[in-house]
């Protein structure tokens, strides 16, 4: 998988608090990364030398760890569990340069689980009412979808990555499924 990713988007290869489970317990943009209080020392070096000097790499010492779960966050908003703490909201907006806004998807506190977004768009979980896809997109001021990746599952983010020029999604997506994610991305007309 490496060696197919690092093709296309750099790879950096680590753990954070001794698991391979990256994306469910970090959360980051162009300016910042924030990792839980479990991230070694060693860890936390290795990725601050791996990324570029003007990223910011902190850890947040937050009860609910899983950030990525958490926290969905393009470049410049971010939408947070409704039950993170008044400080590692603050940290949020200054570390990753955003608005942020305490929000349910689908009645899900699991923000980071149940949706992807980008600068372009976002997708998000498929039970998201057609009046929550509007108040989110004009808040957020990106369009906002709901879908499904990898055959209907909604945990959208455990199928699906994305940024503002690509996307990668598991191999059981389906053609609607692929074709919805390149639309609320515009990945078809996306240049790196």
Not at 72 to 99: F, K, R, S
Not at 112 to 132: F, K, M, Q, R, W
Not at 174 to 182: D, G, K, Q, R, Y
Request: glycine share 8%.
């Amino acid at each position: 998988c490496n060696s197919e990713l690092s093709h296309i988007i750099p790879v950096i290869k680590t753990s954070i608090g001794g698991t391979r489970i990256i994306g469910r317990l970090c959360a980051g943009n162009k300016n910042g990364l924030l990792l839980p209080h479990t991230t070694t020392d060693e860890e936390f070096h290795h990725l601050r030398n791996s990324l570029p000097d003007g990223v910011v790499v902190r850890r947040i010492d937050e009860r609910l760890s899983a950030l990525g779960n958490c926290i969905a966050c393009n470049d410049n908003v971010a939408m947070m569990h409704t039950d993170l703490d008044d400080e590692t909201e603050e940290m949020i907006g200054d570390i990753l340069g955003v608005e942020v806004f305490r929000q349910t998807i689908a009645g899900n506190t699991l923000v980071g689980s149940y949706c992807a977004i980008s600068n372009a768009g976002c997708l998000v979980h498929p039970h998201t009412s057609v009046e929550d896809l509007y108040e989110l997109s004009t808040l957020l001021e990106v369009p906002f979808i709901a879908g499904t990746v990898n055959r209907g599952s909604e945990a959208i983010a455990a199928g699906l990555i994305v940024n503002d020029w690509t996307g990668f999604t598991g191999s059981n997506a389906t053609a609607t499924e692929v074709s919805v994610i390149e639309r609320v991305f515009k990945l078809r007309e996306a240049q790196p």
